[in-house]
């Protein structure tokens, strides 16, 4: 349920962003995708490809990067920014004592059109 919402805002910005004249052309959407968005690339990519089939963007490529979440550990007090789903300790002081921002669950990071 998640890919088809996400899958449905790079289709309304390709529609805003693209003009008609290029909307056959190769284009690339950039986006990330965080690690706790229940979301894969792969189901993202199909249901993209299954909205924009009924459109005149007829080469759209997904380029799918992590994004990155807020760390704060409790006991050193330290914060940072990670990209990796499992995370167990601090990477200063191996406290299990974490709190995490999770930002956004995904966005588009730029649009190439080739």
């Known amino acids: ?3 088809a919402h996400f899958a449905r805002k790079i289709m309304l910005a390709l529609e805003d962003k693209i003009d008609e004249s290029d909307r056959s052309k190769a284009i690339v959407v950039h986006a990330k995708l965080s690690p706790f968005s229940h979301v894969t690339a792969e189901s993202l990519d199909r249901a993209l490809h299954v909205i ?3 459109t005149d963007f007829k080469d759209v490529r997904l380029e799918i990067t992590p994004a990155e979440y807020g760390v704060r550990c409790g006991r050193c007090g330290r914060e940072y920014r990670e990209d990796k789903t499992f995370l167990s300790k601090c990477r200063f002081c191996s406290s299990d004592d974490l709190s995490v921002d999770k930002g956004l669950e995904f966005y ?3 649009i190439e059109i080739f």
Do not use: A, K
Request: avoid cysteine.
């Open 1 to 3: 349920m998640h890919d």
């Open 108 to 110: 588009i990071d730029y």
């Open 52 to 54: 924009l089939s009924e």
